[in-house]
C-alpha cells in the first residue's frame, strides 16, 4: 500500500512529538530502582529472546544472516546501544527500525515496533532498566550523546 505524502509527513511529525518526550520523561527515572525492576520484567518478555537474557545479543551481531539481516546487538557495554540518544533508542522500540528514520534507506531489519504492545512507559522503563547495567563511564558517555542531540534541535 502506498502511502500519501500527508500521511508521511503526519506520521514523521507524531514520531518527532513522541521522540521530543523522551528526554524529559527518562531524566526523573533513569535511577528509580522501582522503574527500572519494571523495566527488566518488561525486557525479560518482550526483548531478551532476541537481544539476549544478559543484554548480550545474538552471536556474531555484526555480521549479516543469510536473510542479508543484521543480528539483534547486545545492549550491555559491549554493543553499541550507548552510542544513541536516548530519543533514538525510544523511537527504535517504539517503531521499528525505520529505514530513513533510525536506519540507512532501504535497510530490511527483524526489529519491530513494539508501539502496538508496550505504553510508551513501559518503554522508558526498559531504557531504564538497561542503562542501569552500564558502567559509570558509558552512561557519561551515553549522557552526551543525548546533549549533542539536544543541542542539535
Given at each position: 500500500m502506498k502511502?500519501?505524502?500527508?500521511?508521511?509527513v503526519a506520521g514523521a511529525a507524531a514520531i518527532g512529538v513522541a521522540v521530543a518526550a523522551v528526554a524529559v520523561l527518562l531524566a526523573w527515572s533513569r535511577d528509580d530502582p522501582a522503574r527500572i525492576?519494571?523495566?527488566r520484567a518488561v525486557y525479560d518478555r518482550h526483548c531478551a529472546s532476541c537481544h539476549g537474557a544478559k543484554l548480550e545479543g545474538?552471536?556474531?551481531?555484526?555480521?549479516?544472516?543469510?536473510t542479508g539481516r543484521m543480528p539483534a546487538p547486545p545492549h550491555d557495554a559491549s554493543g553499541h546501544t550507548w552510542h544513541h540518544p536516548d530519543a533514538v533508542l525510544f523511537g527504535i522500540t517504539k517503531f521499528g527500525l525505520v529505514p530513513g528514520r533510525y536506519a540507512p534507506p532501504g535497510h530490511e531489519s527483524d526489529m519491530p515496533g513494539f508501539g502496538g504492545a508496550l505504553a510508551d512507559d513501559e518503554i522508558l522503563a526498559v531504557i531504564a532498566y538497561i542503562k542501569s547495567t552500564w558502567p559509570h563511564e558509558i552512561r557519561r558517555a551515553q549522557d552526551g550523546a543525548n546533549e549533542r542531540a539536544r543541542r542539535a534541535r
Open positions: 502511502l500519501g505524502r500527508s500521511a508521511l525492576a519494571a523495566g545474538e552471536p556474531n551481531w555484526r555480521e549479516k544472516k543469510p
